[in-house]
């Protein structure tokens, strides 16, 4: 599965931007789509995750700024972010996985990364 994602760039703060991400095919069972960030000199951290029937989780720090949307007919998954934060500031990355038994999500495919900056 090859991931392409888009739409990163330069806003500043109390800005708004959309990042997407296309996915080339559908595995069974692997269909949780995500959204991880990478910010400079800190580790990935997954930021949210859709299911197939649209459940959503999202990290803390973004409730309520950020929505998590896919289309499952073209298999795309998009990333609204408003109300940015210099703290959004990181490569983001979308991902194809799946939720483990215990709760956790394992991604299985990552994308090519989208950097999006917040200036202050």
């Known amino acids: 599965v090859q991931l392409q994602a888009s739409g990163g760039g330069l806003v500043q703060a109390g800005g708004s931007l959309g990042l997407s991400c296309s996915a080339s095919?559908?595995?069974?069972?692997?269909?949780?789509m995500a959204w991880y960030r990478q910010a400079p000199g800190k580790e990935r951290n997954l930021v949210a995750t859709?299911?197939?029937?649209?459940?959503?989780n999202y990290i803390a720090s973004v409730k309520g700024r950020f929505t998590i949307s896919r289309d499952n007919d073209k298999n795309t998954v998009h990333l609204q972010m408003n109300s940015l934060k210099p703290e959004d500031t990181a490569v983001y990355y979308c991902?194809?996985?799946?939720?483990?038994?215990?709760?956790?999500?394992?991604?299985?495919?990552w994308g090519q990364g989208t950097l999006v900056t917040v200036s202050s």
């Open positions: 859709i299911t197939t029937n649209y459940e959503r």
């Open positions: 095919e559908r595995i069974f069972g692997i269909d949780v």
């Open positions: 991902t194809i996985g799946r939720w483990s038994p215990w709760g956790e999500f394992a991604p299985d495919y």
